[in-house]
T-cell receptor
Framework: GAVVSQHPSWVICKSGTSVKIECRSLDFQATTMFWYRQFPKQSLMLMAT?????????EQGVEKDKFLINHASLTLSTLTVTSAHPEDSSFYIC????????????FGPGTRLTVT | GENVEQHPSTLSVQEGDSAVIKCTYSDSASNYFPWYKQELGKGPQLIID?????GEKKDQRIAVTLNKTAKHFSLHITETQPEDSAVYFC??????????FGKGTMLLVSP
């Protein structure tokens, strides 16, 4: 149980275009989902927390207009990188937490974004 | 806010040896401490976790110990195997709040 998927697993886009990444909880309902960014050989950096049906809470320094997060259902959250630039190239990972009395976060497999 | 320090950054062991990774945290209110294993190009996988009302938890070859007084917790892997090679992250949180991660430890298990 507790499986989280992401799509796509990797994407290459041109500078100035937008890219959407999907995060799905496959076998449980997730009231809270998290989006992280990870640079090579570094730890995970939390970008934002999204709760189903409400606006995402962004971490300090993360541009909310550039990284659009939508958590429209209990099983789906999306991250859209708008007007992507080469410096946005990174490994984006989502995680989800079950609504029951649980602290555990289950991570997706990640999406490798390369902006050319 | 919470700060989590993790050591060592790299750990090399021979197959069959034990490996220990240590983390310290700064906020005494933290009460949840998970450990994640991340293989190259993949997302982190929860391998074991512990809550502050428990001092030790074991799952086969993996164990986690927690010292609340000293504010540190450790991951112990016994009888290491080459497939244990990965980056391991510790983390801490206060209940349902966000996780604060350590910088990671690259574990290399040589056959």
């Amino acid at each position: 149980g507790a499986v989280v998927s992401q799509h796509p697993s990797w994407v290459i886009c041109k500078s100035g275009t937008s890219v959407k990444i999907e995060c799905r909880s496959l076998d449980f309902q997730a009231t809270t989902m998290f989006w992280y960014r990870q640079f090579p050989k570094q730890s995970l950096m939390l970008m934002a927390t999204s709760n189903e049906g409400s606006k995402a809470t962004y971490e300090q320094g993360v541009e909310k207009d550039k990284f659009l997060i939508n958590h429209a259902s209990l099983t789906l959250s999306t991250l859209t990188v708008t007007s992507a630039h080469p410096e946005d190239s990174s490994f984006y990972i989502c995680s989800a937490r079950e609504p029951r009395d649980s602290y555990e976060q289950y991570f997706g497999p990640g999406t490798r974004l390369t902006v050319t | 806010g919470e700060n989590v320090e993790q050591h060592p950054s790299t750990l090399s062991v021979q197959e069959g040896d034990s490996a220990v990774i240590k983390c310290t945290y700064s906020d005494s209110a933290s009460n949840y401490f998970p450990w994640y294993k991340q293989e190259l190009g993949k997302g982190p996988q929860l391998i074991i976790d512990i809550r502050s009302n428990v001092g030790e938890k074991k799952d086969q070859r993996i164990a986690v110990t927690l010292n609340k007084t000293a504010k540190h917790f450790s991951l112990h892997i016994t009888e290491t195997q080459p497939e244990d090679s990965a980056v391991y992250f510790c983390a801490a949180s206060i209940g349902y709040s966000t996780l604060t991660f350590g910088k990671g430890t690259m574990l290399l298990v040589s056959p």
